[in-house]
């Protein structure tokens, strides 16, 4: 009895994180960038997704374009809407296998036989999770270093702490570790 319910936890976690793979691949919030002008009546929010794009305005209306191209995407959102219909399909397959070796199906009667067939399933239900952590990986990867990149021009004490990143040889580092900005005036 402690193995049928031991089975069935792991194989309802198993469809649990194969539904949040199909939820992730079609949401369309892989990338999210803002735009904020000078005012808050320009503030657009874009979403970039592995099937479309969205724009959301400052008046909450939202539009959204399907891409007309795989090559409009990105490298790595093309490499993750791969990646992720390749998970959605492998987790389906090891779902079929982990219901035929199920305890509670007749399929195959040997018990030997079926556990091998319920271990070859949770495999393909692992396989299939680090399969789609590449994409997931990839895509925070490319935003870390897009974020990282970016200038800003914060004033005040703080100003050492985070504009480091801008300087290009325009400071150094000291002993204690604490950044020293020289600035041109």
Known sequence: MASFALELVGVSLSVLGWILSVVSCALPM??????????????QVYWEGLWMSCVVQSTGQMQCKVYDSMLAL?????????LSMATIILGVLALLVATIGAKCTNCIEEEGVKAKVVLSAGAAFILASLVQL?????????II????TVCLNIPGPWANYFTHPCLH???DVSTTGRLKVTRAH
């Open 30 to 43: 892989w990338r999210v960038s803002a735009f904020i002008g000078a005012n808050i009546v320009t503030a």
């Open 74 to 82: 990105p490298q790595d959102l093309q490499a993750a809407r791969a």
């Open 134 to 142: 590449v994409p997931v990986s990839w895509s925070a990867h490319i």
């Open 145 to 148: 270093l897009d974020v990282s």
């Open 169 to 171: 040889g325009k400071g």
